[in-house]
Every structure is written in C-alpha cells, then in structure tokens.
C-alpha cells in the first residue's frame, strides 16, 4: 500500500448506529487529519493531530469522536448521526516541522469515504 | 469576506482549449499555494506546489502566483476530457499553524469532445 488508504469506501448507517472510519498513511508523516467535504462547500477540517497530540477540533459535535493510536493510523468513530451528516470524509497527512519556525510542507489525501446517513 | 475565493464554476470547454483557473485571498501570510484536483467522488490528488511569487511549470499545467494581487492561477493547456474534474486551491503560511490549509469551494471543469 503506498500514500493513503481509507477504509470503508462506502458507508450507509442508520441514525442509531455506531461505526468506525479507519485511515492509515504510508508516507512516514507525523500529522494527520479529518475533514468533511459537502457539495458546494469548502473543505470542513474536522480534527487534527500533530505527533499524536489532538491539536485542533473545530467545534465538531460529539457525535464524531477521533482516535489516533499512532502517527500512522487515525480513527473517526461515529454515533447517532444525523442525516446532514451524510457527506465525503476525507483523510489526509503531512510532515509538520518538528522545530518552531520550520517551513511547512503540504498534505495528502486519502480517497475518501462517502458516508450516507439514513 | 471569505479567505480564499474560487468560482464554483462549471466551466465547459472543448478539448484542446487553454483552461485558466484563478483563486484571490485576502491573508497576506499566504506563502505556500497549491492545487488539487479531484476526480468525481475521489479524493484530492495534489497537483502543484509553489512557494511565494513567480511561476511553475509541469507538462501542460502552469501554476501562477501573484502575491501582490493576492491572485493565483492555474493553466491548463491542449485540455483533455480527462482533466474534466474539480481543481481546488489551497494555501498556508511559511510557517506555525501545523500545516493547515485554507481552501476554495473549487471550480468544476468539464473538457468537452
């Protein structure tokens, strides 16, 4: 497997139901991150984590709750969801400086998985 | 105002076409810009990476940043219906801010046979 992978692809759940989405990367990166991508908006960055630190959640609602055991692998598991909720839920890392003040570098996405919610 | 602009598009064009596709921003702490194109329900694939002004070229795309303006483009030229697809532009700071990107909506571009 190279770059970044995302598991499922797909996904449809019920509003009582409770799933994981599963992201590893491959790149050698320390910073990983979520966001959610609805039609016609910008990317929603969701969380992120730098050196397997949560460094930013963009008041996302607990339903949506994040893990990440290592610097390879990040979870987003999910709980009564709601219909608006349905939308393409994209991975994706980086290499963040390790020193303050380095030169940033950019991310990678994985290909996604396209939550419906019933 | 949004930090970064970007028309949504769709623009349709007929192969072979010059496509240009332009973003404007408003941070002037922008120092890294890129763009990512993204296949229909595919994630996005970076394209090109430039840092502070100047131009850049890769084969057929041309990427453009005027840091004075706060305007970037990206050219596409001989177009093809396989570049049909949603270009984003992105852009960061030199540094702090863990990499995080701020994007455009993205345009749609359809290359027509």
């Known amino acids: 497997e190279t770059g970044v992978t995302q598991t499922p692809r797909h996904l449809v759940m019920g509003m009582t139901n409770k799933k994981s989405l599963k992201c590893e990367q491959h790149?050698?990166?320390?910073?990983m991150y979520w966001y959610k991508q609805s039609a016609k908006k910008p990317l929603e960055l969701m969380f992120v984590y730098s050196l397997e630190e949560r460094v930013e959640n963009n008041s996302v609602p607990s339903r949506f709750s994040p893990e990440c055991p290592n610097s390879s692998h990040l979870f987003l598991h999910l709980h009564t969801l709601q219909p608006e909720d349905s939308a393409l839920y994209l991975c994706a890392s980086s290499q963040v400086p390790v020193e303050a003040g380095g030169p940033q570098e950019t991310q990678y996405f994985g290909p996604g998985t396209r939550l419906l919610v019933l | 105002q949004k930090e970064v602009e970007q028309d949504p598009g769709p623009l349709s064009v007929p192969e072979g076409a010059i496509v240009s596709l332009n973003c404007t921003y408003s941070?002037?702490?922008?120092?890294?810009f890129m763009w990512y194109r993204q296949y229909s329900r595919k994630g996005p694939e970076l394209l090109m990476y430039t840092y502070s002004s100047g131009n850049k070229e890769d084969g057929r795309f041309t990427a453009q940043v005027d840091k004075s303006s706060k305007y970037i483009s990206l050219f596409i030229r001989d177009s093809q219906p396989s570049d049909s697809a949603t270009y984003l532009c992105?852009?960061?700071?030199?540094?702090?801010?863990?990499?995080?990107?701020?994007f455009g909506t993205g345009t749609q571009l359809k290359v027509e046979l």
């Open positions: 992105a852009m960061m700071p030199y540094t702090g801010g863990g990499n995080k990107l701020t």
């Open positions: 790149l050698g990166h320390n910073a």
């Open positions: 941070n002037s702490a922008f120092q890294y």
